[in-house]
């Protein structure tokens, strides 16, 4: 059996996540739908029965769970979309765990629960678009499991062949040279996916439910983030051009500050988080 079922393995962080977590000698089995990725199994977990018998066959101790429809914009057009992809499956997940013994969920959720003055602590919820009404509907169904529930953001290299992350973005327009419009307006505390993965591997191996912000110390802008990179890999960090979110013609409304207070998850798993330019300071060898 498993140690730990690892669904949603196919997207941006499953394709980081999974071989960490089998370098750090997790015994794992990774469930997808993507072709463009390796994955054990290809389960679609919005069809119940199937998902269900992939469980009752594997009866893993831990379910990491990074399934979910994770672009905004398309959350906000496509809302029946978005509940079946990110509450759906959490609730047929859920529902399996809750039924019997020696099974813990970790739901990877998200920061855009919040809004408002930042750093937010775990109960200072806001939601402002779909995308985040559908995230936050997907934790409540996993608490009812007794989950534990992880509001994270994160970049890093992208292993997933048809996805960049955020900061592969900006790195590639850094080397071509391109001028690009950084959000001043916008703040967050991202980790990478490397101190992430470790993160995770905590919580799976001494499970704690409840609801916890996973973030680096001092956030800042995505425009100060990617100044903050260009810097640190010897590009020209005027080629970041201030700009607000509210210029840029998105379809849905983003949250202004993200920044979130990780003290709780700190404490409760002995784990010190990083701070900001430490993971930036990271990118160098991640990036080479």
Known sequence: MPNILLTGASGLLGCSLGPRLRALGHAIVTQGLSGAAAVDLRVD????????????????RVVVN???LTDVDRCEDHADEAWRLNVRTVE???????????CHLVHVSTDQVYDGLGPHREGDVDIVNVYALSKYAGELAALAAGATVLRTNFFGPSAQPRRASFSDWVIAR?????PFTGFEDVLFSPLSMATLSVAVARVA??????VFNLGARGGCSKAEFARRLARHLGHDASLVRAGSQADAGLRARRPTDMRMDSRLFETTFDFILPDLSAEIAGMETQHA
């Open 45 to 60: 977990l919005t069809d119940r029965a199937a998902a269900e018998a992939m469980l009752d066959r594997l009866k893993p």
């Open 66 to 68: 990074l399934v979910g």
């Open 92 to 102: 047929t997940l859920a529902g399996w765990i809750g039924r019997r013994d020696g």
């Open 174 to 178: 850094l080397r071509a040279g391109e």
């Open 205 to 210: 191996a001494r499970p704690a439910p409840g």
